[in-house]
Nanobody, 129 residues
Framework: QVQLVESGGGLVQPGGSLRLSCAASGFTMNDYYMTWFRQAPGKGLEWVCAIYSTGDNTRCADSVSGRFTISRDVAKNTLYLQMDSLKPEDTAVYYC??????????????????????RGQGTQVTVSS
């Protein structure tokens, strides 16, 4: 049974940092690309960063590029999102998601929620002074 459990969210001041974790079970991250999404109050789901199944290819949305870093620990089957230089507009619930199929072409377009069959419960990140 696939499970994704996010943690690490919280309240942080602008300019601060947080590291989110997503513990996965029921599958191995070597077999799938993985993605972080977020959803701000009153807004739709927005993709943040993705990492391909090989672990050596990552990409992030322009809104977070240069500030956020996605990584994973295969031994722990855990996905991470290091968030630096946080801004108030980063406030959102952050989710990790697993796609139903590990297509590289889908990884190049990771913003389509329909490509994913599992998502965690989310962790709240609030950036405020």
């Amino acid at each position: 049974q696939v499970q994704l459990v996010e943690s690490g969210g919280g309240l942080v001041q602008p300019g601060g940092s947080l590291r989110l974790s997503c513990a996965a079970s029921g599958f191995t991250m070597n077999d799938y690309y993985m993605t972080w999404f977020r959803q701000a109050p009153g807004k739709g789901l927005e993709w943040v960063c993705a990492i391909y199944s090989t672990g050596d290819n990552t990409r992030c949305a322009d809104s977070v590029s240069g500030r956020f870093t996605i990584s994973r620990d295969v031994a722990k089957n855990t996905l991470y999102l290091q968030m630096d230089s946080l801004k108030p507009e980063d406030t959102a619930v952050y989710y990790c998601a697993k796609p139903s199929i590990n297509y590289y072409s889908d990884y190049l377009r990771p913003w389509d929620p329909a490509k994913y069959d599992y998502r965690g419960q989310g962790t709240q990140v609030t950036v405020s002074s």
